[in-house]
């Protein structure tokens, strides 16, 4: 067995579809071996199945505590050990306008979206800190950044995940473990195609949405997100802990697309004081 991640175990959790899934097939690629932990049972089964003896399946609700557990205790007996857990199940959750919200669907948006990801790192800690190493990666999102762009629970949850991986950070440290989270954009998956057409088969209809006006003409992949985790969690990355990776094509960093370098502004020159200009 070959690759960076050679010999290491991973937890997937949302590995059944989209980002989770395209993060397991990267993971083993690299050499990893995987346990995908997921509510979509059948469809978790047949990745694993479709991705040799070192992928294993597990239904999980991870707002469950018992199936989180589960989750976990499967790779340390299926292989021996857990060095990754990347926490990634979430779902988009509860929309409409805050006075009319409805509170039984918040509260299930932030068990999957918040207390999942709790879980997942409470149960990975419980079996990194006796081997003194492990890197646990956390999903959140630019709504977590900025306003506007997600529905309130679902922006709250996620920027709850960035108070919770810097906290867990700072108490594993010292144990040789390493958190940190990834920060996608709007990627191709079924999720999105739902929320963005109403039909989440949609796979090829909305990556033709996402890509119009995206950086250079695409939109982001789960491959993209697959890359930052497989590097976050390789020992290339063995002196980043507390760290937010944005994978999002600029969305939450760059605000435009620099329109005084091009068009009039092409000639170099300045602008300076009472609308005097140096050109």
Known sequence: MTGRLAGKVAVVTGGASGIGAGTVRRLIADGASVVIADV?????????????ARCRSIATDVSSEPDVAAAVDLAVAGFGRLDVMFANAGIFGAYG??????????????????????????????????????????????????????????????????????SVAAELRE??????????????????????????????????????????????????????????????AAFITGHTMVVDGG?????????FAKGKYATPGAFLEAGRRRT
């Open 97 to 166: 306008p805050i006075e009319k919200a409805r509170m039984a669907d918040v509260d299930l948006t932030w068990a999957v979206d918040l207390r999942g990801v709790f879980l997942a790192m409470k149960h990975a800690a419980r079996v990194m800190i006796p081997r003194g190493s492990g890197v646990i990666i956390a999903t959140t999102s630019p709504a977590a950044v900025v306003g506007g762009i997600g529905n309130h629970a679902y922006s709250a949850a996620k920027a709850g995940i960035l108070g919770l991986m810097r």
């Open 175 to 236: 144990h040789g473990i390493r958190v940190n989270a990834v920060m996608p954009g709007a990627v191709v998956s079924a999720m999105t195609a739902d929320l963005v057409l109403g039909e989440a088969s949609a796979i090829s209809r909305v990556t033709e949405a996402l890509a119009k006006g995206a950086p250079r003409n695409r939109p982001g992949l789960p491959d993209d997100i697959a890359a930052a985790v497989s590097f976050l969690v390789s020992d290339d």
């Open 251 to 259: 969305l939450t960093t760059i605000g435009g697309d620099s329109p």
């Open 40 to 52: 979509q049972g059948d469809a978790a089964a047949k990745l694993a199945a479709e991705s040799g």
